[in-house]
């Protein structure tokens, strides 16, 4: 396995682990470790699935090409407006979902040093500092994600190493079998869910890059995606075992989706100072890989549809774009990290499971031939019933 794959492994995990990471135990504290467990495998399995459909339907179609691109040719100027109308919405929700995680996790990395920053100062200081990279290139992003994914991924494996004695097993199983819950709002927290875990996987907003990244060399594309996308469910699974096996779901549920809470709620059970900056830096290094992923993947679409120039005038163009909307929605509304993030699972449905069902049955009525998901048509029904779920878990949990 060489660099770039390594890296493009990088960027898949880390574009999934990142605000889904600190939001998981935030959204499923009240449905017990063990429902969260079986909901966290069967959205990965969706989201494996999914990612190889869009491989395939990339590779037919031409390597080089973005999301836009492809659905163009595949189902016309309607299909590509509902493509790019999800497309953006998506990644600009959740870009808007980073900088406001990011900067209340750096207003509270700055409290300590007897700094006290305002909100909005902190979200423009966290876009000026890794928003800037967004603008170096893919290859620079790949090289940074390395380091900093690798970074993290040592951070979760000490952090989780010396929270996990702590892991009370019986709290777990009695969080399981609450009966203090109802019927009818158990089903209301596992509506509220289903929408943050799934979009906890999104990392399928970097297929149409890294596809073009490795020349579409499509045995180890179909590796990265695979790889990629399992990092992020065991670290999931370690991360709920020692935030809800050692705070508890009532007490992480009484957070609120405050990250600042839940970061500080861990670091009271350090037991040394070093445990304690080892989980803010484990915080806030997931926030960066997942916002330099998800940024990466919108300022290339955006450099693409606006035909922008690969100079200095035509990225500062493309950052501007990218980064002005998203900016002034987290300068205006600070608090919606949580419901944000669940939000963003609509167009991404969209995005990830629909068009990819009929740009994939489109193709396959013409036997292009290359490399194809198992499954059949079945499997395609599946998917599409599937996200027909999610989008009225969402709706739901709204109305």
């Known amino acids: 396995m060489n ?3 390594l890296g493009s492994i990088a960027i898949v995990a880390g574009t999934a682990i990142g605000g889904g990471m600190l939001a998981l135990p935030l959204a499923t504290a009240s449905l017990g470790t063990i429902p969260a467990f079986l909901l966290l495998i069967t959205i990965w399995g969706i989201s494996i699935y999914t990612s190889l459909l869009m ?17 163009g040719k595949l189902l016309g100027k309607g299909g590509q407006l509902i493509q790019g109308a999800s497309f953006m919405s998506l990644l600009f929700a959740l870009t808007m979902v980073y900088l406001m995680g990011g900067s209340s996790l750096l207003e509270s990395r700055f409290e300590p040093l007897g700094i006290t920053l305002n909100n909005q ?17 893919v290859s620079w992003i790949d090289k940074v994600s390395r380091v900093l994914f690798s970074s993290m991924v040592v951070l979760l494996v000490i952090v989780v190493a010396f929270l996990l004695p702590d892991v009370d097993v019986s709290v777990m199983l009695a969080m399981s079998s609450n009966e203090a819950i109802s019927s009818s709002e158990l089903n209301n927290l596992w509506l509220a869910a289903v929408p943050i875990v799934f979009t906890s996987f999104g990392f399928h907003v970097c297929i149409a890059t890294i596809v073009r990244y490795l020349d579409g060399d499509a045995v180890s594309l179909r590796k990265v995606l695979i790889i990629g996308s399992t990092i992020p469910l065991v670290c999931y699974i370690l991360w709920l075992m020692v935030t809800l096996g050692t705070l508890g779901g009532e007490t992480v549920h009484g957070f609120e989706g405050s990250l600042p809470l839940l970061v500080t709620a861990l670091q009271g059970l350090a037991d040394s100072e ?27 679409y955006i450099a693409e549809l606006t035909r922008a120039k690969n100079d200095v005038a035509g990225r500062a ?21 949580f419901q944000v993030l669940g939000f963003a699972a609509i167009p991404l449905v969209v995005m990830i499971i629909f068009l990819p069902i009929a740009m994939a049955l489109k193709q396959r009525k013409e036997s292009l031939g290359g490399y194809q998901v198992s499954g059949g048509t079945p499997a395609l029904a599946v998917a599409a019933v599937l996200g027909c779920v999610i989008i009225a878990s969402q709706l739901w949990v709204a109305l």
């Open 3 to 5: 660099l770039k794959m």
């Open 274 to 300: 070093l445990l304690k900056q080892c989980i803010d830096l484990f915080a806030n290094l997931a926030l960066i890989t997942s916002f330099l992923g998800v940024t990466m993947s919108l300022f290339d």
């Open 317 to 337: 163009k493309t950052w501007l774009i990218t980064f002005i909307p998203p900016l002034l929605c987290a300068l205006f509304y600070p608090d919606g990290f």
């Open 55 to 71: 491989l395939e339907i990339n590779l037919r179609t031409g390597v080089g090409d973005n999301v836009h691109a492809i659905t």
């Open 121 to 137: 100062v902190a979200v423009l200081l966290f876009t000026v500092l890794f928003g800037g990279m967004i603008a170096i290139g």
